[in-house]
């Protein structure tokens, strides 16, 4: 019976660690390690500064959910891979052989882009993880209590800017609410910076020089080739001009399932000896995304993530943002029942 370790148990992770179990059963035992016990509905992050939602509506533990459908859980990180070996040494449960890797690992903050920039250390808030998020509301009160300037950034290196905008809007939003709109001077400073997450940074023989996993365009290594990768965790070249502000490509949520099926997909073809390889360049995925822009929501739906492309359009939702809100509840039911088959 083969092995397949799945670094990350978010969307790329537990796309790809059901995905295989369901192509090759009993052929493989599938085990998904991640420090985080519970899966995070990761848009819906913008709502928890506004007290509109609580960590609490958008996550839910992982495990019960990943055995049912035959995968195994361990609570825990990886510190380094050793793809010579086929090797990943964890940080409670030593090292864990593998046939096949995959790397949905996500990304991490680097806060050291910036001076002073940790919002655990001073009056910088950070919408991105649940527990600075929360963070984010208490001191959305304080503004409220007493009113001043604030200052919403994305900085050097920034990618998905869709949750910055949707942060600012809804900013705008609430203040407007609470009736202190006009004593808060909002400046928007554009453009977040993301690495690899250090599991990853500690593996060079596997990533590029930021931490991302340098794939083929069938998310497979390009020199390991049973290490795969899915999700944030995927090198993308820009294919943009660079600028002196660097700016990075947006991954969203859709292409980190679409990767999470591909890799799953060309598994099972190694596995099973069927001679194919399923490719997609990540520029060719389409995008389907939903903005939250404060009194409206957009509706963006383009048919290939970078240009040239044969179908674009944004279309503003202006009878408010239920959309984004059927979206969340979509999702989190799909993930709460493992049913990563659908869209
Ligand atoms: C505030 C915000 C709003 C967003 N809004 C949208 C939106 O509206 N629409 C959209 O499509 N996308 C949105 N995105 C982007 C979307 O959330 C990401 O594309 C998606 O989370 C990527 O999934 P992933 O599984 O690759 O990574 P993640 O969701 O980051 O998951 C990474 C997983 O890896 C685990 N992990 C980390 N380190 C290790 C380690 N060392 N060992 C093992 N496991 C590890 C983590 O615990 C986690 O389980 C938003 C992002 C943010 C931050």
């Given amino acids: 019976m083969k092995r397949i370790l799945v670094l990350g ?17 009993n052929d493989v ?20 500064p506004f007290g509109l939602r609580k960590v609490k509506d958008i996550t839910f533990p992982v495990e019960p959910m990943l055995n049912k ?52 250390d001073n009056m910088v808030q950070c919408i991105v993880t649940p527990d600075l998020a929360e963070k984010s509301a208490i001191a959305f009160e304080e503004i409220v209590k007493n009113p001043g300037p604030v200052v919403v950034a994305a900085t050097q290196g920034a990618s998905c800017m869709g949750a910055a905008y ?11 609410k609470r009736g202190v709109r006009k004593q808060v001077d909002i400046t928007w400073v554009t453009p977040e910076p993301f690495l690899g997450a250090e599991v990853m940074k500690n593996s060079p023989d596997l990533v590029d020089e930021k931490g991302f996993v340098v794939t083929n365009d069938g998310y497979q290594h390009i020199k390991y080739k049973n290490v795969y990768a899915a999700g944030l965790a995927v090198e993308v070249i820009t294919p943009f001009k660079k600028c002196a502000a660097p700016f990075g490509v ?66 503003p939702n202006v009878f408010y943002n239920f959309g984004k809100l059927i979206l969340e509840k979509y999702m989190l039911w799909k993930n709460k029942k493992g049913l990563v088959q659908l869209p």
């Fill in 250 to 315: 947006p991954k969203t949520g859709f292409p980190s399932d679409v990767m999470g099926k591909i890799v799953a997909e060309n598994i099972r073809n190694d596995i099973k000896g069927t001679g194919k390889f399923k490719t997609m360049p990540f520029g060719k995925i389409p995008g389907i995304c939903i903005m939250d822009a404060g009194k409206k929501e957009v509706w963006i739906l383009i048919n290939h993530l970078f240009k040239p492309r044969q179908f674009e359009l944004m279309i």
């Fill in 166 to 176: 949707e942060y600012l809007f809804n900013l705008d939003k609430y203040l407007r």
């Fill in 29 to 48: 035992e599938v085990i998904v390690i991640s420090p985080t016990s519970h899966f995070l509905y990761v848009p819906s992050l913008i709502w928890v």
């Fill in 69 to 120: 459908k035959g995968v195994k859980f361990i609570q825990d990180k990886g510190i380094k891979v050793m793809p010579d070996q086929k090797k990943v040494i964890t940080e409670k449960n030593g090292e864990l052989s593998y046939d096949y890797l995959i790397v949905a690992t996500g990304a991490s903050l680097n806060f050291d882009i910036l001076p002073n920039l940790n919002p655990k």
């Fill in 9 to 25: 148990s978010n969307f790329a992770g537990v796309t790809a660690a059901i995905s295989t179990k369901r192509k090759l059963g």
